[in-house]
Protein backbone atom coordinates (compact mmCIF):
# COMPACT_ATOMS: atom_id res chain seq x y z
CA UNK A 1 0.00 0.00 0.00
CA UNK A 2 2.84 2.39 0.43
CA UNK A 3 4.23 2.01 -2.51
CA UNK A 4 1.07 2.50 -4.14
CA UNK A 5 0.53 5.51 -2.70
CA UNK A 6 4.15 7.06 -3.50
CA UNK A 7 3.35 5.91 -7.01
CA UNK A 8 -0.03 7.60 -7.22
CA UNK A 9 1.64 11.12 -5.50
CA UNK A 10 4.69 10.81 -7.93
CA UNK A 11 1.69 10.76 -10.79
CA UNK A 12 -0.26 14.12 -9.15
CA UNK A 13 3.13 15.91 -8.69
CA UNK A 14 4.43 15.16 -12.19
CA UNK A 15 1.00 16.27 -13.57
CA UNK A 16 0.90 19.61 -11.48
CA UNK A 17 4.57 20.42 -12.84
CA UNK A 18 3.44 19.03 -16.48
CA UNK A 19 0.51 21.40 -16.10
CA UNK A 20 2.22 24.54 -15.30
CA UNK A 21 5.05 23.89 -17.78
CA UNK A 22 2.25 24.00 -20.55
CA UNK A 23 0.78 27.12 -19.72
CA UNK A 24 2.89 29.06 -17.99
CA UNK A 25 4.51 30.09 -21.41
CA UNK A 26 3.85 32.61 -24.39
CA UNK A 27 5.72 32.67 -28.09
CA UNK A 28 5.05 36.01 -29.22
CA UNK A 29 7.19 37.34 -32.30
CA UNK A 30 7.67 40.43 -33.80
CA UNK A 31 9.24 42.25 -36.51
CA UNK A 32 9.69 46.11 -38.02
CA UNK A 33 9.37 45.73 -41.91
CA UNK A 34 9.76 49.04 -44.12
CA UNK A 35 9.66 49.65 -47.46
CA UNK A 36 12.17 50.74 -49.57
CA UNK A 37 10.07 53.47 -50.78
CA UNK A 38 9.14 54.91 -47.45
CA UNK A 39 12.23 56.84 -46.07
CA UNK A 40 13.85 57.06 -43.21
CA UNK A 41 11.24 58.67 -40.08
CA UNK A 42 11.86 59.87 -37.42
CA UNK A 43 10.36 58.70 -34.02
CA UNK A 44 10.37 60.12 -30.46
CA UNK A 45 9.63 57.30 -29.01
CA UNK A 46 7.35 53.54 -30.38
CA UNK A 47 4.58 51.62 -28.33
CA UNK A 48 4.07 47.94 -28.71
CA UNK A 49 0.40 47.67 -27.21
CA UNK A 50 -0.21 44.02 -26.49
CA UNK A 51 -3.86 42.47 -25.72
CA UNK A 52 -4.27 38.74 -24.61
CA UNK A 53 -8.18 37.77 -25.63
CA UNK A 54 -10.25 35.08 -23.85
CA UNK A 55 -8.51 32.18 -25.60
CA UNK A 56 -4.96 33.23 -25.55
CA UNK A 57 -4.67 35.26 -28.83
CA UNK A 58 -2.24 38.05 -28.67
CA UNK A 59 -2.38 40.88 -30.85
CA UNK A 60 -0.10 44.07 -31.34
CA UNK A 61 -1.06 47.60 -31.94
CA UNK A 62 1.84 49.44 -32.89
CA UNK A 63 1.81 53.51 -32.40
CA UNK A 64 4.20 56.60 -32.89
CA UNK A 65 3.84 59.84 -32.29
CA UNK A 66 4.76 60.58 -35.88
CA UNK A 67 1.68 61.65 -37.15
CA UNK A 68 2.38 61.24 -41.04
CA UNK A 69 0.32 59.74 -43.21
CA UNK A 70 3.50 57.12 -44.29
CA UNK A 71 4.62 56.19 -40.65
CA UNK A 72 1.31 55.91 -39.58
CA UNK A 73 0.51 53.60 -42.38
CA UNK A 74 3.76 51.88 -41.76
CA UNK A 75 3.16 51.08 -38.16
CA UNK A 76 -0.19 49.96 -38.93
CA UNK A 77 1.10 47.53 -40.61
CA UNK A 78 2.97 45.92 -37.74
CA UNK A 79 -0.36 45.56 -36.66
CA UNK A 80 -2.22 41.86 -35.59
CA UNK A 81 -2.19 38.55 -34.50
CA UNK A 82 2.03 38.20 -33.25
CA UNK A 83 1.00 34.43 -31.05
CA UNK A 84 -0.47 33.17 -28.25
CA UNK A 85 -0.43 32.56 -24.73
CA UNK A 86 -1.79 29.42 -23.10
CA UNK A 87 -1.56 30.72 -19.30
CA UNK A 88 -5.14 31.43 -18.34
CA UNK A 89 -4.20 33.66 -15.87
CA UNK A 90 -3.16 35.86 -18.32
CA UNK A 91 -6.05 35.83 -20.67
CA UNK A 92 -7.84 38.77 -20.91
CA UNK A 93 -5.01 41.00 -19.97
CA UNK A 94 -2.94 43.56 -21.89
CA UNK A 95 0.65 44.61 -21.79
CA UNK A 96 3.07 46.92 -23.70
CA UNK A 97 6.81 48.01 -24.93
CA UNK A 98 8.35 50.91 -25.50
CA UNK A 99 11.43 51.79 -27.09
CA UNK A 100 13.00 54.95 -26.23
CA UNK A 101 16.30 55.88 -27.60
CA UNK A 102 19.44 57.21 -25.68
CA UNK A 103 22.17 58.74 -28.04
CA UNK A 104 20.02 60.03 -30.94
CA UNK A 105 16.36 59.74 -32.38
CA UNK A 106 14.86 56.85 -32.66
CA UNK A 107 13.87 56.17 -36.80
CA UNK A 108 13.55 52.95 -38.77
CA UNK A 109 15.68 51.94 -41.80
CA UNK A 110 14.37 52.03 -45.03
CA UNK A 111 16.01 50.87 -47.75
CA UNK A 112 16.27 47.32 -49.98
CA UNK A 113 17.25 45.20 -47.15
CA UNK A 114 13.72 45.54 -45.38
CA UNK A 115 13.58 47.83 -42.89
CA UNK A 116 14.17 47.66 -39.14
CA UNK A 117 14.79 50.27 -36.38
CA UNK A 118 17.69 52.77 -35.67
CA UNK A 119 19.53 55.48 -33.48
CA UNK A 120 20.67 58.60 -35.45
CA UNK A 121 23.98 59.79 -34.58
CA UNK A 122 27.25 57.99 -35.94
CA UNK A 123 24.69 56.16 -38.57
CA UNK A 124 21.12 56.88 -39.23
CA UNK A 125 20.28 53.43 -40.58
CA UNK A 126 21.95 51.63 -37.37
CA UNK A 127 22.45 51.47 -33.69
CA UNK A 128 26.00 51.94 -33.25
CA UNK A 129 28.44 54.40 -31.60
CA UNK A 130 30.40 51.95 -29.47
CA UNK A 131 27.78 52.57 -26.97
CA UNK A 132 26.98 56.12 -27.45
CA UNK A 133 23.50 54.46 -28.93
CA UNK A 134 20.89 52.76 -27.18
CA UNK A 135 17.53 51.58 -27.87
CA UNK A 136 15.69 50.79 -24.33
CA UNK A 137 12.46 48.72 -24.74
CA UNK A 138 10.50 49.11 -20.95
CA UNK A 139 7.41 46.71 -20.29
CA UNK A 140 4.51 47.45 -18.57
CA UNK A 141 2.27 44.54 -17.22
CA UNK A 142 1.97 42.03 -15.30
CA UNK A 143 4.16 38.82 -15.51
CA UNK A 144 7.29 38.85 -16.73
CA UNK A 145 8.51 38.69 -20.74
CA UNK A 146 11.58 36.55 -20.89
CA UNK A 147 13.60 37.31 -24.40
CA UNK A 148 14.72 34.37 -26.75
CA UNK A 149 15.72 36.19 -29.81
CA UNK A 150 16.63 39.06 -31.51
CA UNK A 151 16.68 39.96 -35.49
CA UNK A 152 18.96 42.32 -36.95
CA UNK A 153 19.47 44.34 -40.45
CA UNK A 154 21.86 46.17 -42.06
CA UNK A 155 24.66 45.43 -40.47
CA UNK A 156 27.76 47.15 -41.36
CA UNK A 157 30.63 45.90 -42.98
CA UNK A 158 32.54 45.28 -40.32
CA UNK A 159 34.09 42.09 -38.91
CA UNK A 160 33.28 43.98 -35.62
CA UNK A 161 29.73 44.47 -36.02
CA UNK A 162 27.73 43.49 -33.19
CA UNK A 163 24.41 44.41 -30.92
CA UNK A 164 24.99 43.94 -27.23
CA UNK A 165 21.81 43.45 -25.13
CA UNK A 166 21.63 44.19 -21.82
CA UNK A 167 18.79 43.64 -18.53
CA UNK A 168 18.95 44.61 -15.07
CA UNK A 169 21.29 41.84 -14.27
CA UNK A 170 22.66 40.45 -17.87
CA UNK A 171 25.07 42.09 -20.32
CA UNK A 172 26.19 40.25 -23.39
CA UNK A 173 28.03 41.16 -26.57
CA UNK A 174 26.87 39.31 -29.85
CA UNK A 175 29.18 39.97 -32.82
CA UNK A 176 27.34 39.70 -36.58
CA UNK A 177 28.95 37.33 -38.89
CA UNK A 178 30.40 39.45 -41.77
CA UNK A 179 28.70 37.02 -44.12
CA UNK A 180 25.12 38.15 -44.34
CA UNK A 181 23.72 41.89 -43.67
CA UNK A 182 20.76 40.31 -41.40
CA UNK A 183 20.34 37.21 -39.30
CA UNK A 184 18.55 36.21 -35.86
CA UNK A 185 20.76 35.12 -32.74
CA UNK A 186 19.12 33.05 -30.37
CA UNK A 187 19.49 34.45 -26.75
CA UNK A 188 17.12 32.71 -24.77
CA UNK A 189 20.30 30.56 -22.79
CA UNK A 190 21.35 34.36 -21.71
CA UNK A 191 18.08 34.82 -19.33
CA UNK A 192 17.24 38.12 -20.48
CA UNK A 193 13.68 38.54 -18.27
CA UNK A 194 12.17 42.49 -17.66
CA UNK A 195 9.02 43.21 -15.27
CA UNK A 196 6.73 45.66 -15.21
CA UNK A 197 8.98 49.17 -15.28
CA UNK A 198 12.43 47.22 -16.05
CA UNK A 199 13.84 47.81 -19.35
CA UNK A 200 15.72 45.92 -21.87
CA UNK A 201 18.66 47.33 -23.86
CA UNK A 202 19.82 47.39 -27.62
CA UNK A 203 23.47 49.13 -28.40
CA UNK A 204 27.09 48.14 -29.18
CA UNK A 205 30.13 47.16 -27.25
CA UNK A 206 32.48 49.79 -26.84
CA UNK A 207 36.80 49.33 -26.84
CA UNK A 208 36.92 46.53 -29.23
CA UNK A 209 39.73 45.65 -30.51
CA UNK A 210 39.85 47.07 -34.17
CA UNK A 211 35.93 48.57 -33.29
CA UNK A 212 34.84 51.05 -35.67
CA UNK A 213 31.55 53.29 -34.55
CA UNK A 214 30.16 52.43 -37.59
CA UNK A 215 30.20 48.54 -36.42
CA UNK A 216 26.54 47.86 -35.98
CA UNK A 217 23.33 46.91 -37.02
CA UNK A 218 19.49 47.85 -36.76
CA UNK A 219 16.88 45.99 -34.70
CA UNK A 220 14.64 43.97 -37.26
CA UNK A 221 12.77 42.59 -34.59
CA UNK A 222 12.76 39.96 -31.44
CA UNK A 223 9.96 37.10 -29.81
CA UNK A 224 9.67 36.58 -26.31
CA UNK A 225 7.54 34.55 -23.94
CA UNK A 226 5.42 35.60 -21.25
CA UNK A 227 5.58 34.03 -17.92
CA UNK A 228 2.95 34.75 -14.62
CA UNK A 229 3.30 36.42 -11.51
CA UNK A 230 5.21 34.41 -9.50
CA UNK A 231 2.06 34.45 -6.93
CA UNK A 232 0.09 32.21 -9.82
CA UNK A 233 2.76 29.76 -9.61
CA UNK A 234 2.05 29.60 -6.19
CA UNK A 235 -1.29 29.08 -6.38
CA UNK A 236 -0.67 26.50 -8.93
CA UNK A 237 1.51 24.59 -6.23
CA UNK A 238 -0.91 25.40 -3.62
CA UNK A 239 -3.31 23.46 -5.80
CA UNK A 240 -1.06 20.28 -6.64
CA UNK A 241 -0.61 20.29 -2.54
CA UNK A 242 -4.00 20.28 -2.17
CA UNK A 243 -4.62 17.24 -4.35
CA UNK A 244 -1.84 15.17 -2.53
CA UNK A 245 -3.91 16.16 0.69
CA UNK A 246 -7.28 15.32 -0.19
CA UNK A 247 -5.54 11.78 -1.68
CA UNK A 248 -3.91 11.17 1.14
CA UNK A 249 -7.08 11.36 3.51
CA UNK A 250 -9.07 8.99 0.41
CA UNK A 251 -6.63 6.52 0.91
CA UNK A 252 -5.41 6.33 4.49
Known amino acids: MKRG??????????????????????????????????????????????????SGNVTLD?????????????????????????DSSLFNTS?????APVGGTLLWTADLNGGGLGV???AITRID?????????????SG???????????RAAYGTSNLRVIDDDTANTYML????????NDISSAGYSITNGQTLSFTTAAGLSGGDDV????LYGFSFDVIPEPATVGLIAAFGGGILFIRRRFMM
Open 5 to 54: KMVRMGGITAAVVAIYAATARAEVAVTFPVDAGDGNRNHANLTLDFSVDG
Open 62 to 86: AMTPNGGAVPQSVVNGWDGAVGTIS
Open 95 to 99: FSLVA
Open 120 to 122: SGT
Open 129 to 141: GQGAETLQWTFSG
Open 144 to 154: TVEFKTFSYNN
Open 177 to 184: PNTAIYGT
Open 215 to 218: AGAS
